[in-house]
Nanobody, 115 residues
C-alpha cells in the first residue's frame, strides 16, 4: 500500500522553526522527485520546494527561499522540510508529494505561525 505520512507540524511563534517529515512506503521513493506544497485556508494549494531524485538538487518558491530547506534521506524513504524564520503567512496545511511514473500525496500536516 502506497503511503506518504507527514509529521512535525504544530503551533509556533513568528520567527520560530519547525521541521516537517514525510515518510514514504509502498514504493521506491528514491526514484521520485519529492516536493512540499501548502494550502492556506481559502487559498489554492501552492508549491513550496522540490528535490530531485538522482542529484538531489533543491529548488524553492521565492516566498520561502533562504528560510526553508528541503532534504531527503533515501535510505529512510523520508523527505524533510526545515522551516526557519517562520512568518504568519506561512500558516497552512503542508503536503508532501512524490512525482515519478505516478504522483502520490500525503494527508497533510497543519502549521500555524501565531503569537
Amino acid at each position: 500500500q502506497v503511503q506518504l505520512v507527514e509529521s512535525g507540524g504544530g503551533l509556533v511563534q513568528p520567527g520560530g522553526s519547525l521541521r516537517l517529515s514525510c515518510a514514504a512506503s509502498g514504493f521506491t521513493s528514491s526514484m521520485y522527485a519529492l516536493s512540499w506544497y501548502r494550502q492556506a485556508l481559502g487559498k489554492e494549494r501552492e508549491w513550496v520546494a522540490r528535490i530531485t531524485s538522482a542529484s538531489g538538487i533543491a529548488i524553492y518558491a521565492d516566498s520561502v527561499k533562504g528560510r526553508f530547506t528541503i532534504s531527503r534521506d533515501n535510505a529512510k524513504n523520508t523527505v524533510y522540510l526545515q522551516m526557519n524564520s517562520l512568518k504568519p503567512e506561512d500558516t497552512a496545511v503542508y503536503y508532501c508529494n512524490a512525482q515519478g511514473v505516478k504522483s502520490y500525496w500525503g494527508q497533510g500536516t497543519q502549521v500555524t505561525v501565531s503569537s
